[in-house]
């Protein structure tokens, strides 16, 4: 995929979803972090139906605190790896009072100090909340990125990096949002939309199983 057709296929991205964001439910930044953390190896909405009963009741890194690793163990139970998530959450809570007066810290550095926070959540919280201009790759836009041929790459990080450079700045803000929506309900691992996908002529791979079709 050249830059041109970079440009038109975030340029449709855009036409049919302006204002892209996060799936998971959150009010403020600490309930976003949280949210992410939780949403490791775990759908959004298996993680919203947790954060839903757990926010009305503790909100706030002293209120999650309050509670203790077992009383929030019972909100997030249905969560995968609930166990260490409690123990990091607990923990990120206690550093974000005792070293961020209880905000959410806009650096990179201080939000990967934070247990349970990698690059990935990271980037999410940068871009979703303080508006940087970053791209959280997970799996579903890795696979994307590598299938499309939009910005290939054998590692998470190499796919991230080289979408820093081709993604056009004009859409660097909001592309996080729109290829984690796409890989999730469209170019999905098996059995991906492309007949009604709207990008699906700029895609590489469709274009090869166009080609395969073509021969036979």
């Excluded at 439910?25 to 909405?45: C, G, H, K, M, R």
């Excluded at 757990?54 to 609930?82: C, H």
Aim: aromatic share 6%; net charge positive.
């Amino acid at each position: 995929m050249n830059q041109t057709q970079r440009h038109e296929f975030f340029a449709t991205l855009k036409a049919h979803n302006p204002e892209p964001t996060t799936e998971l439910n959150y009010t403020t930044p600490f309930e976003l972090l949280i949210a992410v953390i939780l949403s490791a190896q775990a759908t959004d909405i298996g993680v919203n139906k947790a954060t839903d009963k757990l926010y009305p009741v503790a909100n706030t890194p002293q209120a999650i605190l309050n509670l203790g690793v077992d009383g929030l163990k019972k909100y997030i139970k249905t969560i995968g790896l609930f166990n260490s998530k409690a123990e990091n959450v607990i923990k990120t809570c206690l550093i974000l009072l005792e070293q961020h007066q209880g905000k959410v810290p806009e650096d990179r550095e201080a939000l990967e100090a934070l247990p349970g926070v990698g690059r990935k959540t990271a980037n999410v919280v940068l871009n979703t909340i303080f508006n940087h201009p970053v791209i959280a790759v997970d799996t579903h836009l890795f696979r994307l990125a590598n299938r499309t041929g939009l910005a290939k790459g054998k590692t998470v990080r190499t796919v991230e990096d080289r979408l820093m450079k081709v993604v056009p700045t004009e859409f660097k803000q909001d592309a996080h949002h729109w290829l984690i929506l796409h890989g999730r309900y469209v170019c999905t691992a098996r059995n991906p939309q492309c007949h009604s996908c709207k990008v699906s002529h700029l895609c590489d791979e469709f274009k090869r199983q166009q080609k395969k079709a073509n021969r036979s």
